[in-house]
T-cell receptor, first 114, second 117 residues
Framework: DGGITQSPKYLFRKEGQNVTLSCEQN?????MYWYRQDPGQGLRLIYY???????QKGDIAEGYSVSREKKESFPLTVTSAQKNPTAFYLC?????????????FGDGTRLSIL | GENVEQHPSTLSVQEGDSAVIKCTYS??????FPWYKQELGKGPQLIID?????GEKKDQRIAVTLNKTAKHFSLHITETQPEDSAVYFC????????????????FGAGTQVVVTP
């Protein structure tokens, strides 16, 4: 089955530490996205990528970084500059960024601070 | 930018009754409106979507209606079942090829639906 795999499911970060969340897709999708979800709030876009070696900031990119070296992979690093990193992080992909292409989501990584 | 408001935040219904969730959007240029269902500990799953050139769309027990003039769209679930219990998110997007709006979805805050047997 094709899909989006996020790992790990749970992650704990110490103060001052950078952590990297993994996102892999085997859907042959060009576009990939990272969202942050906080309780009682909608999803907010962190970064997105249209193609390999290209990515754009979303609405809340400060304190985060990404890379897109392979079509299948779009890892997100939560840096120590992100002062409130506790949240549920969701990775998504879509065929491309042309019109009417729905996004498919992974099952998320829950990040907590130790 | 686009702002999407979703109501109610929680909705309790008896099994077999209907559930309605309403969203309003601010940007009249938005032309694509998906609905996602998120079960506990899982990612959102697309359940139905509608484009701005259509007023209503149905898929078995779920339907979505769109009122472009009033800038609101609604999700209707009929004959609710316990497995319909989840958080439902609406979203709005402008899907055309400009640098600022490539596939960006603006989400509502979500509605927790609880279906009691």
């Amino acid at each position: 089955d094709g899909g989006i795999t996020q790992s790990p499911k749970y992650l704990f970060r110490k103060e001052g530490q950078n952590v990297t969340l993994s996102c892999e897709q085997n859907l042959n999708h060009d576009a990939m996205y990272w969202y942050r979800q906080d309780p009682g709030q909608g999803l907010r876009l962190i970064y997105y990528s249209q193609i390999v070696n290209d990515f754009q900031k979303g609405d809340i990119a400060e304190g985060y970084s990404v890379s897109r070296e392979k079509k299948e992979s779009f890892p997100l690093t939560v840096t120590s500059a992100q002062k409130n990193p506790t949240a549920f992080y969701l990775c998504a992909s879509s065929i491309d960024l042309t019109r009417f292409r729905p996004q498919h989501f992974g099952d998320g990584t829950r990040l907590s601070i130790l | 930018g686009e702002n999407v408001e979703q109501h109610p935040s929680t909705l309790s219904v008896q099994e077999g009754d209907s559930a309605v969730i309403k969203c309003t959007y601010s940007d009249s240029a938005s032309n694509y409106f998906p609905w996602y269902k998120q079960e506990l500990g899982k990612g959102p799953q697309l359940i139905i979507d509608i484009r701005s050139n259509v007023g209503e769309k149905k898929d078995q027990r779920i339907a979505v209606t769109l009122n472009k003039t009033a800038k609101h769209f609604s999700l209707h679930i009929t004959e609710t079942q316990p497995e319909d219990s989840a958080v439902y998110f609406c979203a709005a997007s402008i899907l055309f090829l400009t640098t600022d709006s490539w596939g960006k979805l603006q989400f509502g805050a979500g509605t927790q639906v609880v279906v009691t047997p």
